[in-house]
Structure formats: structure tokens, C-alpha cells
């Protein structure tokens, strides 16, 4: 039982890693029954606790991109090419956005915040 319980504790660590993967490919060929159906539900759900927690964490950088660059969401989703829904998902962690587009509001937010920055020395 400890062997299974070292498995499982390195598929929470790193549900990409090593092990997750050598643990991937032996259930590609078993029988979804016992352990393997065990670790098959470990795989999937520590995946999938991660997937969100990801999505969490982009939306918390979309959240402060919005903050830091004084838009109203609208104003931001808009000049972002993006419709006010798609934003929304994004702010909520609905959905991540694609790499590019990440980087298209953090420079969105970089020259807002730049002007907001000059406005207020002045």
C-alpha cells in the first residue's frame, strides 16, 4: 500500500511529470478495474484540480491588468479585440486566453498604466 500511496502523492506533486506519465501509459493497457481504475481517477481529477487552479491563477492576472490599466472592462475587452463575454470568461477563469492574447492585454495594460502614471505627474 505504501508503494501505491508514493505514486499517488507524486501524481498530486506533478500531475505532468514523470510518474503521471509511466502511470499514463501502464493504464493505457490495463483493465479499468482496482488500482488502475484508482489511479486512472487520481490522474483525471489531479489534472483537473490543476487545469482550474490555472485558470484561477490567469484570471487573477487578467483581474490586475484590467485594475492597472484604469479601463473600464468594456473600454479594455474592446481595445483588446475581444467582445465583453469572451472578457468576462477570461476575469472570471472561465476559460484562459491564448498566449498571444495574454500578451496583447498585458501591453494593453502596460501603456494605460503609462498614461495613467503621466496624467497624475502632471
Known amino acids: 500500500m505504501a508503494v501505491w500511496q508514493r505514486i499517488v502523492a507524486a501524481i498530486k506533486r506533478d500531475p505532468f511529470g514523470r510518474t503521471a506519465r509511466q502511470v499514463e501509459e501502464v493504464l493505457q493497457t490495463a483493465r479499468p478495474y482496482g488500482v488502475s481504475k484508482a489511479l486512472s481517477e487520481v490522474l483525471v481529477r ?4 490543476l487545469e482550474a487552479t490555472e ?10 491588468m484590467l485594475r492597472r ?35 496583447r492585454m498585458q501591453r494593453l495594460s502596460d501603456r ?3 498614461l495613467a502614471a503621466q496624467r497624475s505627474a502632471k
Open 55 to 64: 485558470r484561477a491563477e490567469v484570471a487573477r492576472q487578467i483581474q490586475a
Open 69 to 103: 490599466s484604469e479601463l473600464q472592462a468594456p473600454e479594455f475587452a474592446s481595445r483588446a479585440g475581444l467582445s465583453n463575454e469572451s472578457f468576462a470568461d477570461y476575469l472570471e477563469g472561465t476559460v484562459s486566453p491564448p498566449a498571444s492574447l495574454l500578451l
Open 46 to 49: 489531479t489534472r483537473e484540480h
Open 112 to 114: 494605460f498604466a503609462k
